[in-house]
């Protein structure tokens, strides 16, 4: 991307892609202000959507991963509930269910990335928190850029796919697909919060991918992604339930089925939204106390 | 297994220049030898970070656990699976992580071929007289995979006490024969779809689809699956020779698609065939190479 010109308030921005190599955003602020950071972090989740666009044949393979096991998972969930509905989940509900999960999952991001941690076993975290900005609201700005991305490059191609053979349901209701969207955009800050946290880990252990792997697995089960919530037993379904991990997959996924509305609805976001005060709000204080104990090489 | 191995990369000097084909490549045996030392050096490498070590071994672990779970919680909510008992889904899983496990830990490290290739390092395998497949499959090798095929290991065993099999000769040797040659196929899979990256070098979940998604199909019974898609994980990609034809014998389940009841015992044929074309695919596929920058 090339160097935009200073803007009205006369601020340079360059802002690139913020992963390794390429050097980050060099914001010249004489003064800082809120509006110049919205722009700032804009810009970060304009580039790095960009830059996501470049990878097309792995955007085809992804879409073609998401749709095999689409496929698969939606026939073993209508083995399950075909004849028999389980507590309402029919068969329409558990192929729709499956095939939006699909396409939700990179969306989220919720295999989880160790671009962080990455940092900061290079030491180049050293550099970014010289940078006037806010750490976690800059890869927050990643996070969101890359969804926009991934929702029509990722989301909707695995849903038609199904379609094309399952009979899957659409919300006919426009009200439906804006609280959808909602959902979705919380379940995005989420899953957000929950990697940083686990990506911090690095500044005590250094190799991450074990607790990062652990802490994925968990959350894709426990956010209903191998199996439904609600084919859970109940105390199990109880326990999922309450987790901020049900606000990544199954509570938007609820909502697109047309389950939750009205009261239903006001839940699933206030479930969303405090956990992710909770895990953002976690988030800076375990980053600001890795902060106290980073040693740069040589310094 | 690992026979494609023995393929030894061996470009001609137009398709990659500063790569020569060794002139006495070395046989088997010493190619096998080369490769445990290489091995036993990755291992004693990831020894020096031990808590990373257990930690990633209990991630792996963790994975299959969720599949396991995911079983379990279908079976909380059903009696059967298209006829087949909870025990008999598990005997399914048990054998086929158990030979995804074993393939993981062997032949995943292939996967890896598009990142050399994308770094041009996949030449220093090229220019050292052993054969290319070998190199990669040593190099990126890693212990803690096993926790991949440790919880299926057990699942496996417990299975098999708990299902209803009349046990002989014949039935254990079945068994045994379903997990080798599992680990066969999928690592022809794996093979194959990593060859791919030669060509088009950022496709590795297209791998994906087949090997990680092959695992989880042949975790059910494929009676499960659509017609079309049933049709093709029995005669297109093999994935059903891998658990599901043998475990139908076992158990005096119905073979899919009226297919003979000695179709159970296809796997090591299946195995073969799969391995001679992953062999075929890795040599054409090496054939094909340009290094970065041309």
Redo the contacts between chains.
Sequence with gaps: MSLDPPDRHGYRHTPRSPFGGRSAARTRTTTRSGEAHLRLYWEVARATARRMTT?R??T???V??NT??G???S??L???VRD?P?DGFDATDAVTFTFVTQGMLMVVGIFGNEEIAERVRTGDIALDLCRPYDYQGWWAAAAYGRASFYAWARGVPPFLAGAL?FDLRVPAAAGTWVAFVVAVTLAIGVAFAWGFLLQLAAFW???V??????GW??A??LAGT??PLA???AG?EGVARALPFAAMNQLPVEVFLGDRTGGGLLAVYAHQLSWLAALVALGRLVLARAVRKVVIQGG | MGDPGTTAGAPGPTTAPGATEPTTAPGTVAHLRIYRRFVRARIRADWQYRASFFLFLAGQTLVAGADLAAIAVIFTAVDDLVGWSGPEVAFLFGASGLSFGLCDLIISPVEHVGVHIKAGSFDTFLVRPVGALWQLLAHDFALRRIGRLLQPAIVLVVSLRLVEVDWGPAAALLVVLTVVCGAVIYGAVFVVTSSLAFWTVETQEIANAFTYGGNVTTSYPIDVLGTWLRRITTFVVPLASITYLPAAWLFDHPLPSGLPRAAAWSGPLVAAAAALVARAVWALAVRHYRSTGS
């Design positions: 990878y044949a792995a085809a393979a992804g073609f991963t095999i096991f496929f698969v998972l026939y073993v209508l083995a399950v028999r389980i053979v252990i250094i190799d991918r074990g607790p990062s792997q652990l697995v968990a894709q089960f191998f199996v084919l859970f037993p199990l």
